[in-house]
């Protein structure tokens, strides 16, 4: 299958903002639930956001500060990341299914 891929991440300072968006093979991904993950240094993966046709998700630790919208005519699921804190460094990955990009890394400095 086509890999997503994720793009956007760098290097900000906290209280800053990035948005990272993730490309899915075609237009099909319009309607596919599509969720955002990330694995901070030294710890296990965990779930930050998440789209499907009619609702939105957020891990609580992300609530307000963090969200996830559709651009359909780029087929991209994107994540707006306001306000971030040094403990939102991470490598972030999008899914789809059983389908994941590589990740795009995020690192926020105090």
């Known amino acids: 299958q086509v890999p997503l891929v994720e793009s ?3 290097w900000v300072r906290a209280g800053e903002s990035l948005v990272l968006s993730c490309e899915g093979p075609g237009r099909t991904f319009r309607w596919n639930t599509v969720g955002w993950f990330r694995q901070p240094p030294g710890k296990e993966r965990e779930f ?9 998700n ?8 963090f ?18 804190k040094p ?3 991470a490598v ?3 899914n789809a ?7 795009t890394l995020v ?3 105090s």
């Not at 930050?48 to 939105?56: G, K, L, R, Y």
């Not at 957020?58 to 500060?65: L, N, T």
């Not at 299914?97 to 590589?102: A, E, L, M, Q, V």
């Open 97 to 103: 299914g059983d389908n994941w990009g590589k990740g």
């Open 58 to 65: 957020y891990a609580d630790s992300v609530k307000g500060r």
């Open 107 to 109: 690192t926020v400095s």
């Open 92 to 94: 972030y990955y999008c």
């Open 8 to 10: 956007g991440g760098g």
């Open 87 to 89: 403990e939102d460094t």
């Open 67 to 84: 969200t996830i919208f559709r651009e359909n005519a780029k087929n991209t699921v994107s994540l707006q990341m306001n306000s971030l």
């Open 48 to 56: 930050v956001a998440s789209i499907d046709w009619n609702s939105v």
